[in-house]
């Protein structure tokens, strides 16, 4: 039983900000890596960034790379997505997901959370 709860989506005007958060509970808590995807219509779920589980290490697809950045904060059971210069095509319903490593390669676990959506303006 694990929950994971989204917020920080909203409209934001191209080249713009945003940060969305993703709140872990359940009677489970132990720790994991966790990844943010997203999926436009039309499209198949992406994985945007991922983060290992102390937080040491993270990674990025090409299309956000200096663009984002994912963090966490343990003691809150909270990860984070900051994306800044906001482009048209990140418009999209923003997933936070618990996942593993196997080596350096992230893997879903198959928990989401409900997501948060992300439009942007021209």
């Known amino acids: 039983q694990v929950q994971l709860v989204e917020s920080g989506g909203g409209l934001v005007q191209a080249g713009g900000s945003l940060t969305l958060s993703c709140e872990r509970s359940?009677?489970?808590?132990?720790?994991?890596?966790m990844g943010w995807y997203r999926q436009a219509p039309g499209n198949s779920r992406e994985l945007v960034a991922f983060?290992?589980?102390?937080?040491?290490?993270?990674n990025y697809a090409d299309s956000v790379k200096g663009r984002c950045t994912i963090s966490r904060d343990n003691a809150k059971n909270t990860v984070y997505l900051q994306m800044n210069g906001l482009k048209t095509e990140d418009a999209a319903n923003y997933y936070c997901?618990?996942?593993?490593?196997?080596?350096?390669?992230?893997?879903?676990?198959?928990?989401w959370g409900q997501g948060t959506q992300v439009t942007v303006s021209s």
């Open positions: 997901n618990l996942g593993y490593m196997r080596g350096t390669y992230y893997y879903s676990s198959g928990y």
């Open positions: 359940g009677s489970i808590l132990s720790m994991s890596a």
């Open positions: 983060i290992t589980t102390s937080g040491g290490d993270t």
